[in-house]
């Protein structure tokens, strides 16, 4: 019955709603554009006979956020796993100034503000339930201590970030919502 959003959950999120669905939990798979995958997921999902949706959101605005998290509520009348996977992977030269910071704050902007945003949307929620899950899921490149390809430092950068942001929330949200 737990009510899991899954953000950017037209690839990897498929296989966790996969996962979680035969263990009864309603899914909710959020996209910025692939609505044709999600939706499909979603009737395969419903198809046998799973309780799930798809919900299109731009994670890059707070409003977009907290406007979704009210159509969780008010339909499953409950949210009680965030899984973070939404992100960008786009390489970027840093022969231009100009290109590197732009790259960098979009980066930034979508694989390490949306998670905290989401994070800090749902935290109220799941407070009120007394007990929730946020899970981050970032790049084995952010613990390996450095990048893999020349090109995206700016990637690089953002998804270490989500291990900082992880740390600190587990700290500030413990111990009603465990964060991982």
């Not at 996209?31 to 731009?58: F, H, T, W």
């Not at 979009?106 to 800090?120: C, I, Y």
């Amino acid at each position: 019955g737990k009510v899991v959003w899954i953000t950017g959950g037209t690839r990897m999120g498929a296989s966790i709603a996969d996962a979680l669905s035969p263990k009864g939990c309603r899914i909710v798979l959020s996209y910025r554009s692939s609505k044709k995958p999600a939706e499909k997921i979603v009737q395969n999902l419903l198809d046998q006979g799973r309780d799930a949706m798809a919900l299109q959101c731009d994670l890059t605005r707070q409003s977009a956020i907290e406007r979704a998290a009210r159509q969780i509520i008010q339909r499953f009348k409950s949210l009680d796993i965030l899984v973070n996977l939404s992100s960008i992977y786009e390489e970027a030269s840093l022969k231009k100034t100009a290109v590197a910071v732009s790259s960098l704050e979009k980066h930034l902007k979508t694989n390490a503000q949306s998670p905290f945003l989401l994070s800090l949307s749902v935290a109220p929620w799941m407070n009120r339930a007394k007990g929730g899950r946020i899970v981050h899921i970032s790049d084995w490149t952010s613990a390996s201590a450095r990048p893999r390809y020349k090109g995206f430092t700016p990637y690089y950068v953002s998804k270490a970030a989500i291990k900082a942001l992880t740390e600190g929330l587990a700290l500030e949200l413990a111990p009603t919502i465990l964060v991982n």
